[in-house]
């Protein structure tokens, strides 16, 4: 229940707070994303023939090849969501530098150590489980450190919630739990 838990407020939650980020991060004077990835120099492919996005990702921002119509921010997932913060927002890179686990001595509450936070956590916990265990004690240290990272969000975003939504998650994850 411990790994479901997590896996579910990483997914809903953190997954939230990304989008909010980068929907508050576009670089001017684009007034969404899609734009700002077609006004970039960043292209969905690089310079060695490697796509920065995957097919699903890229038919995920722009469903429609002919780029009438775009995908809707709401069913960007987290490694998605990193990659345009990464590349596209005005987020500034954690002291460490992106791809690194931000620092905690002192600690970094920057946006950029945040996302970064979240894809570490989210690569630990749900893609790279081998058995899909977290025992009591790594749960609450994940726990108390994904509720650390909403908190520095929500202070340089100027927002709330995200603490109502994690305790929201994680009361719905045990009520399934328990009716089964």
Known sequence: MNHARLCVVLVTVCGNAMRDILSTHVPAPHTDIHQAILASKWKLTSTQGRPHLNKDQTKLVFPDPQGRTTGQVDQFD?????????????VTAPVTGWGYEPQDQPRDTSLGASVERIRFYRNHIIGHSMDGKISQQDFDDYWNKID?????IEIKLGTQGYRAQLEKQNTHVISVYQAC
């Open 148 to 152: 650390d990272v909403l908190d520095d």
């Open 78 to 90: 987290i490694s998605l969501l990193y990659t345009l913060i990464r590349n596209i927002s005005t």
